[in-house]
């Protein structure tokens, strides 16, 4: 049973960073192809940063050289480094995870994953 496991989420000031972290089980992280999304209240749910099973990554343009995402495999960990953040940034945080290679085209579409952890808040204030 896969089990994905969000942890780094807070409350900072703008300007201020987190360390996102997302634990895997039942799952390799070299092997898949893994996303952080996010979800505002009231909003739906949208992708922040890929990576895939090569290790490829790619980024919303509202993130870009701000977040980076990366995983070390030998802990089967999950990153995403938040740094610069805004306001508008707050929400909760979701890892995502499917097994193989994923078509970058479609890495923003949640049903692309077949897996999701609980998440974790994220909450700057300006």
């Known amino acids: 049973q896969v089990q994905l496991a969000e942890s780094g989420g807070g409350s900072v000031q703008a300007g201020g960073s987190l360390n996102l972290s997302c634990a895997a089980s039942?799952?390799?992280?070299?092997?898949?192809?893994m996303s952080w999304f996010r979800q505002a209240p009231g909003k739906g749910r949208v992708g922040v940063a890929v990576?895939?099973?090569?290790?490829?990554?790619a980024y919303a343009n509202s993130v870009k050289g701000r977040f980076t995402i990366s995983r070390d495999n030998a802990k089967n960990t999950l990153y995403l480094q938040m740094n610069s953040l805004k306001p508008e940034d707050s929400a909760m945080y979701y890892c995502?995870?499917?097994?193989?290679?994923?078509?970058?085209?479609?890495?923003?579409?949640?049903?692309?994953?077949?897996?999701w952890g609980q998440g974790t808040q994220v909450t700057i204030s300006s």
């Open positions: 039942g799952l390799t992280t070299s092997t898949s192809s």
């Open positions: 990576i895939e099973d090569r290790g490829d990554t």
């Open positions: 995502a995870a499917r097994a193989g290679p994923l078509t970058l085209t479609r890495w923003t579409y949640p049903g692309s994953y077949d897996h």
